[in-house]
């Protein structure tokens, strides 16, 4: 039971409030803004996503950039709360097929009617998009997709001598297309996260793998899916096959997946509901090669300095490159000022001291496999260090984006819409990946695909 939710902008503005109960004040928005952007309980770092300020419990997740937050004076699951913040989330980009400040500020009569829809008077009725559909009258104000960054190389599809941009994900599954029309497309998706701990001699200690395999589906009449995944797939201890490429701990399905076939074939069998949703979830710890090695040395060069050098390698393919790639390295607290040294004629590549944590921040924009980046960086200290510098430094910590890569081998090999109708005609499109394509069947309405776009997070 909640008793307000409103969404915030990373200004602090307020885009979106509900107050479902009146028990909260009015002005509880803009106290929990200045406590998480003024979080100083337990040092320095980001707020936590559940506090309590003045017997007023704030619940927050962050959302393409946005803050959701809803708020109660009872005492209820932080999961449940933190949970339906997500769904809400999913539920709006569903319809609005943009999320973002403008999508809000344009859909705001649609938006709060999905809001009265999903919570009545605190309490949770439903976050099914496909439900919601038969009480949500307001049609969306579409947001110019060819306004959005694009998504890298994955964002680019074939049609015959036409192109179009990977933003088609991105339209609303409520509208439809410029007279009247509607695309039947179905997006897929292999997303995970990398867990990787290394020793200061660069060995692996502990390895993980987080994926989720996303669906996002535009099909009308909600027909019957086959999805195929890896033959020689094999989950958790009892289920452990010799000749086994990807081994999974466990994993967990949809509540629209049918297993009937999964033993036999690794063919999930599902009658997708609209919007987007995760097919599967699974988690890895068998040994993988992680796709960057990374060393850290400190030296002292004198009394008051020392030196730091980083170095990064990419490990997979020369084909693959990673964005967005930033190093953080926490320094002795004593730090006063840092000067560093990039390899001559790099590009793109930013560094920063942060004073306020003491914190080693190296931004590099892309990385293509198979290359080496090294960093030098100066310390000067305002007194002496007593003790080993190695132990008041570090550890090291790494988030990027690799695009067409995935670390578990997982794959979904093919995806068949099993229903055949000559009245559904699936917008067919081609695309390059890795000297690979993809395509659909015209016949069997069949999507022989390897992976539409992959991504690939390693944090410390």
């Not at 979830?281 to 730091?308: C, D, H, W």
């Not at 570090?394 to 690799?402: A, D, E, H, K, V």
């Not at 000559?422 to 309405?445: M, Q, S, T």
Request: glycine residues 6%; hydrophobic residues 40%; neutral net charge.
């Amino acid at each position: 039971m909640i008793s307000q939710f409103f969404v915030l902008s990373q200004r602090g503005d307020n885009i979106v409030f509900r107050d479902y109960r009146g028990e909260v004040q009015k002005g509880s928005a803009e106290t929990f803004f200045r406590k998480v952007k003024f979080w100083k309980e337990d040092g320095e770092g980001d707020a936590p996503p559940v506090f309590n300020v003045d017997g007023v419990n704030y619940f927050h997740v962050k959302v393409a950039g946005l803050l959701f937050v809803a708020t109660t004076r009872v005492n209820v699951s932080p999961s449940l709360v933190l949970e339906l913040l997500q769904r809400i989330g999913r539920v709006i980009k569903d319809y609005l097929g943009v999320l973002n400040e403008d999508s809000l500020r344009k859909n705001f009569v649609l938006v709060y009617e999905l809001l009265d829809e999903v919570i009545d008077f605190g309490y949770v009725q439903t976050t099914s998009t496909e439900v919601l559909k038969s009480y949500v009258f307001n049609e969306p104000i579409v947001v110019d997709a060819a306004r959005l960054p694009p998504l890298g190389p994955a964002s680019i599809f074939m049609q015959g001598t036409k192109r179009m941009p990977g933003t088609a994900i991105t339209k609303s599954v409520v509208a439809t297309e410029p007279g009247g029309r509607k695309r039947d497309e179905v997006f897929v998706d292999v997303i995970e996260k990398i867990s990787v701990t290394f020793n200061s001699s660069g060995f692996i200690l502990t390895s993980e793998i987080d994926g989720t395999i996303q669906m996002k589906s535009y099909l009308t009449g909600n027909p019957e899916i086959r999805l195929a995944l890896n033959e020689d797939l094999s989950i958790g201890g009892s289920d452990y096959r010799s000749s086994a490429a990807v081994i999974l701990d466990d994993c967990n399905f949809h509540e629209s997946v049918h297993l009937d076939n999964f033993d036999v074939d690794r063919t999930l069998t599902l009658v997708p509901p609209d919007g987007e949703f995760p097919v599967m979830n699974y988690r890895m710890t068998q040994s993988f090669k992680p796709p960057f090695r990374i060393n850290a040395l400190i030296e002292e060069t004198g009394s008051l300095k020392a030196e730091v050098i980083i170095k990064v390698r990419a490990e997979f393919s020369s084909s693959v490159h990673a964005n967005t790639v930033l190093v953080q390295m926490p320094l002795p607290t004593f730090t006063t000022r840092v000067s560093f040294e990039l390899e001559p004629g790099v590009v793109g590549n930013t560094t920063d001291f942060r004073e306020a944590n003491k914190r080693l921040e190296w931004g590099l924009k892309k990385i293509v496999g198979g290359s080496e980046h090294t960093l030098r960086a100066k310390l000067t200290f305002s007194q002496e260090l007593h003790g080993n510098i190695m132990k008041e430094a570090g550890p090291l910590s790494m988030t990027f984006t690799i695009p067409m890569y995935n670390a578990s081998r997982l794959q979904v090999k093919y995806l068949q819409i099993a229903t055949k109708s000559k009245a559904r005609n699936p917008y067919r499109w081609w695309k390059i990946l890795n000297g690979e394509h993809a395509f659909y069947d015209e016949d069997a309405l069949t999507l022989e695909c390897l992976l539409k776009r992959n991504l690939i997070l390693l944090g410390p």
